[in-house]
Nanobody, 124 residues
């Protein structure tokens, strides 16, 4: 099972940009897993944000972020990224990453365990 650690969150004004990272535990096995990004606002359900296939040839995005966010990965560095542009206050949430079979990443209910995530706060 891949272990992933999120980092790079912070506070940004509306309209600003931020890139958050997802680091795998072993470079040797990182490419075995497609990676998804998810977010959870206080009092709300965790929701799918974006996903990327094992070698980065295919991506998926939630309607709410399509055109603003870009998911990418660097298997040699055992990292995946989420570049967030034109941020809105409604993007404020704890952002999580997780790995698995690409076709199963569309829902956070695929996973039974999560890391601590990274907080992204967008001020108006």
């Amino acid at each position: 099972q891949v272990q992933l650690t999120e980092s790079g969150g912070g506070v940004v004004q509306a309209g600003g940009s931020l890139r958050i990272s997802c680091a795998g535990n072993f470079q040797r096995t990182f490419a075995r897993y497609a990676v998804g990004w998810y977010r959870q606002a206080p009092g709300k359900e965790r929701k799918f944000v974006a996903s990327i296939s094992r070698y980065g040839d295919d991506t998926k995005y939630a309607d709410s972020v399509r055109g603003r966010f870009t998911i990418s990965r660097d298997n040699a560095e055992a990292r995946a990224y989420l570049r967030m542009n034109n941020l809105r206050p409604e993007d404020t949430a704890v952002y999580y990453c997780n790995g698995g079979t690409y076709a199963d990443l569309w829902t956070p209910k695929t996973f039974t365990s999560w890391g601590q995530g990274t907080q992204v706060t967008v001020s108006p």
